[in-house]
C-alpha cells in the first residue's frame, strides 16, 4: 500500500493504492478519502465513491434527463451548474488525460456536447 496526495483536486487530498483487505482499509479509513486497490475493484470504480457527495436529486435528475430521447441541453446544463461539486467534476474528467480533449472545455454545455448523449449517460 502506498499513499499520494490527489493534487487534481482544488486542494489536495489523500489517496490510498494498494488497499486489497478489509483489514487494511479499517486501518486506513479515517486518514484518507479516496481508496483504490483490490478491495474496492478498478480505477474506475475510484470515481464511483465520490457520487456519494453529489446531491443524489441532482444526479437522478440528470439521468433521467439523459435518458429521455428528446432532452434539453439547456436545462441540463441548468440542473448540473446548480450541483458546483457535480459540475467541477465533469469537467476534470471531460479535461482528463482519458478524454483527451483538443482544446481546455470549460462549460458544462461544451462538456455535455462534447460528451454526447451515450457518453454523459455513462459519465454521470
Known amino acids: 500500500m502506498y ?8 486542494f489536495p487530498k489523500k ?3 494498494n488497499v486489497d483487505s478489509a483489514e487494511v482499509f479499517e486501518k486506513v479509513k479515517s486518514q484518507g478519502e479516496l481508496f483504490c486497490g483490490k478491495l474496492f475493484g478498478d480505477y474506475e470504480e475510484l470515481f464511483e465513491i465520490t457520487v456519494l457527495s453529489y446531491l443524489k436529486t441532482t444526479l437522478s435528475r440528470a439521468l ?3 435518458e429521455k430521447e428528446d432532452f434539453d ?3 441540463l446544463e441548468k440542473l448540473l451548474k446548480a450541483d ?4 467541477v467534476s465533469l469537467l476534470k474528467f471531460i479535461n482528463s488525460p482519458l478524454m483527451a480533449p483538443p482544446s481546455p472545455i470549460r462549460d458544462i454545455k461544451h462538456a455535455i456536447v462534447y460528451l454526447g448523449v451515450n457518453n454523459l449517460n455513462l459519465s454521470l
Open 84 to 87: 458546483p461539486k457535480l459540475s
Open 15 to 17: 489517496c490510498f493504492y
Open 3 to 10: 499513499i499520494s496526495l490527489w493534487k487534481k483536486c482544488s
Open 64 to 66: 433521467e434527463m439523459v
Open 73 to 75: 441541453v439547456d436545462q
